[in-house]
């Protein structure tokens, strides 16, 4: 019993912080709390499981086509008023939100003229930009943001921009990107990476005790952390096999 108590505050908890990361509407936040892990697995299936995950990649789905339409609606209503950094910044997660990748970059862009010193528009234009495949464009952003915060979205700004590097073909900017990366995060995509990085570069003694860390700290997850992880803990036993 007291198993179950703890795990269903857990995936509440979980839920929370997965609507925060979403933006999802308010209304979301007042279900999760006042009805509690019930409240929470309504949240879980009608908004998380029909939508992209909230995370690096930037797919913060906030429940649905007509709710990101209406919430369309709304913004563009708000910036016709007022068009101020913030309510572009808003137009432009939506956009995200709604895989509308170049109106995202396009409302953005105007975020950042009207607000240059704005991280997060930086570096959702940075991730708009991955999308559309222009990368070099997104390391200008995201060599922004980790000057002005390493640790921005607990270094997954900087994994973003060490991945964008790996990419391009950058391997000593990837390389020295994702030791950053490992300094503030325990990401085991940018220890895999690095590991390879490691390898390619000949430190092969180095690259193989990495590949075993990530192998021995995999095995000892949880089952819901290591589901997670799994592609880069079982791409690392594949590198030692």
Not at 63 to 81: P, Q
Request: net charge neutral.
């Amino acid at each position: 019993m007291h198993l179950i108590s703890l795990l269903s505050i857990v995936f509440q908890a979980w839920m929370m912080v997965d609507c925060f990361q979403r933006r999802a509407d308010w209304y979301w936040y007042l279900i999760i709390m006042f009805f509690g892990p019930i409240g929470a697995l309504i949240y879980f299936i009608a908004v998380r499981q029909s939508s992209a995950p909230a995370n690096l990649s930037g797919d913060n789905f906030t429940g649905g086509y007509f709710a990101n339409k209406k919430r369309l609606k709304d913004i563009e209503s708000k910036v016709y008023y007022n068009p101020n950094a913030l309510n572009y910044l808003d137009l432009g997660n939506c956009y995200f939100d709604m895989r509308k990748y170049q109106e995202a970059i396009e409302s953005f862009e105007q975020s950042i003229q009207k607000e240059p010193d704005s991280i997060e528009a930086l570096h959702k234009q940075a991730l708009s930009y991955i999308k559309l495949g222009m990368n070099e464009h997104a390391i200008i952003n995201l060599e922004k943001v980790i000057n002005k915060d390493p640790s921005y979205q607990y270094g997954e700004a900087y994994l973003a921009l060490a991945d964008t590097y790996h990419m391009l073909g950058k391997k000593q900017n990837a390389l020295e990107a994702y030791q950053e990366v490992l300094k503030r995060n325990s990401f085991f995509k940018a220890r895999y990476n690095y590991g390879l990085l490691l390898y390619e570069f000949g430190r092969h003694s180095e690259a193989i005790k990495q590949m075993k860390e990530i192998v021995i700290d995999g095995d000892s997850l949880p089952d819901f952390v290591y589901k997670r992880d799994r592609k880069y803990i079982n791409l690392a036993k594949a590198f030692l096999a």
